[in-house]
């Protein structure tokens, strides 16, 4: 049994109750106090409570990676998490149920202790947790900032898909796996055996459909072979909610679209939000329907019965050939009208997303 004692301290907090939300965790050493390790992440919309509980796992988790066998001491300022998880108080909310579960879940019972403390003494995971969600509210990750060093140091904890970070006291578990990686040793090369991977930072890809265009309600083939419409009022407004959503969702650092005009609307929507820019990716550009371009499917299978058949009959067979395009739009993708005049009131989308 480790005689290392670790202090947690475990904070949550949600702009709005619910609203956009994120927590933090530090993970001290029980004697000297040496900071040991941080975690912070923004969640999205949620509770305050869930906010909590989600800092109490990351602030675990990374006290777990330190020495699993350590004695744990958690300190927090709310008052809910302490007595449900010191087993006084019922947890009945099913939000919290599962939340308390995966924390009793991470060290043995009777490891783990928990202590209420007043808020003014729990300003170090207070500070992250509002650190984690004004980063989310730019649109980006919390990044860690270089702990103080002291001997060698501990490898980095992984909390929950939270960013991390952490620094070692000398002696502590790990430090000579440390420095066998900094000078690796004829036996430390030879060794044997599945070490624990490091994967990094897990990479999340939103996928996110334009807006509407007048031919969406009208459900018409609508790809990279026709007029290249533009986002409708509904469309914009579409627009303008997801924007709002991912804002409040965080974590977006980079905005990628299709060159099509409807996909460049909707993007830039999304980025004017985030305050990031957007970058086209021909490869993201849509499929070219031919000759069912700008037709419904009852339209479609009146006038190319077997053309359609065929083609909804096998991936491989393509759509039959529309009639060749204007010279000024022939083999370049885009419309042959360089510039849709805009709506009153709003600037012209072609002319201020063109690429130049």
Not at 156 to 161: M, S
Not at 201 to 225: I, M, N, Q
Request: charged content about 25%; proline content about 8%; hydrophobic content about 35%.
């Amino acid at each position: 049994m480790s005689t290392r004692r670790f202090i947690i301290e475990a904070d949550g907090g949600s702009r709005g109750n619910p609203g956009p939300a994120g927590y933090g965790a530090t993970v001290r050493d029980g004697d000297t106090g040496e900071l040991l390790a941080e975690a912070a992440e923004y969640i999205g919309r949620a509770t305050n409570n869930v906010a909590e509980y989600r800092g109490l796992i990351a602030g675990l988790r990374a006290a777990h990676e330190l020495d699993p066998a350590a004695r744990i001491d958690v300190r927090m300022d709310s008052k809910l998490v302490v007595e449900q998880m010191s087993g006084r108080w019922k947890i009945k909310h099913p939000d919290m149920q599962p939340l308390a579960a995966e924390a009793r879940g991470i060290f043995p019972r009777g490891q783990v202790g928990y202590t209420w403390i007043p808020r003014n003494q729990n300003k170090d995971a207070d500070r992250l947790a509002n650190e984690a969600m004004d980063a989310g509210k730019a649109g980006r990750q919390w990044t860690p900032k270089p702990l103080p060093r002291s001997g060698t140091t501990t490898p980095p904890a992984a909390a929950a898909g939270a960013s991390t970070a952490s620094a070692g006291s000398a002696g502590s578990p790990g430090s000579a796996a440390e420095d066998s990686v900094r000078d690796p040793s004829p036996a430390s090369a030879a060794a044997v055996g599945w070490g624990q991977a490091d994967l990094g930072t897990p990479t999340t890809f939103v996928l996110l459909r334009h807006g509407e265009t007048a031919l969406t309600p009208e459900k018409r083939f609508s790809g990279s072979g026709g007029g290249d419409p533009e986002l409708s009022e509904r469309g914009l407004a579409q627009a303008e909610r997801t924007a709002a959503g991912l804002a409040a969702r965080g974590t977006i650092q980079a905005v990628v679209s299709s060159p099509l005009l409807r996909c460049r609307q909707t993007a830039q929507i999304v980025a004017d939000r985030l305050g990031l820019e957007v970058r086209l990716d021909e490869g993201l550009r849509e499929t070219d329907f031919g000759a069912f371009e700008g037709l419904t499917f009852a339209e479609a299978k009146e006038r190319h019965p077997d053309e359609l058949d065929a083609w909804l009959a096998s991936a491989r067979t393509a759509p039959p050939a529309a009639s060749p395009s204007p010279p000024s739009a022939a083999g370049s993708g885009w419309p042959a009208t360089s510039c849709s005049p805009g709506t009153p009131g709003r600037p012209c989308w072609w002319c201020r997303m063109s690429p130049r």
